[in-house]
Nanobody
Framework: QVQLVESGGGLVQAGGSLTLSCAAS????????MGWFRQAPGKERELVAA????????YHTDSVKGRCTISRDNAKNTVYLQMNSLKPEDTAVYYC?????????????WGQGTQVTVSS
């Protein structure tokens, strides 16, 4: 059983930056592909970014390309989401997730989420 704990959310002004972290425990972190999702009020959860087991392959949804970067440190069992040039529409609860299937489409474990609020 993998436990995921997100941190780093908060309130930031538009144009600002945040780095989200997700610490994993209870499993072999380097065998999981990882993803960051977000869910805004009244909207469906969406995949923001994903990263492969060793961090070579990454995916960023179009709305965050050029502004957000996913990375991981397998020695620290942690995945990060660096977010720059934040916009009010980035406001959401951000979740990290782990997949044992080597895909960005299906995830087995989820964190509890961290709130990101971007003020205009």
């Amino acid at each position: 059983q993998v436990q995921l704990v997100e941190s780093g959310g908060g309130l930031v002004q538009a144009g600002g930056s945040l780095t989200l972290s997700c610490a994993a425990s209870g499993g072999t972190f380097s065998t999981y592909s990882m993803g960051w999702f977000r869910q805004a009020p009244g909207k469906e959860r969406e995949l923001v970014a994903a990263i492969s087991w060793v961090g070579i392959g990454t995916y960023h949804t179009d709305s965050v390309k050029g502004r957000c970067t996913i990375s991981r440190d397998n020695a620290k069992n942690t995945v990060y989401l660096q977010m720059n040039s934040l916009k009010p529409e980035d406001t959401a609860v951000y979740y990290c997730a782990a997949s044992s299937r080597g895909t960005r489409f299906e995830y087995d474990y989820w964190g509890q989420g961290t709130q990101v609020t971007v003020s205009s």
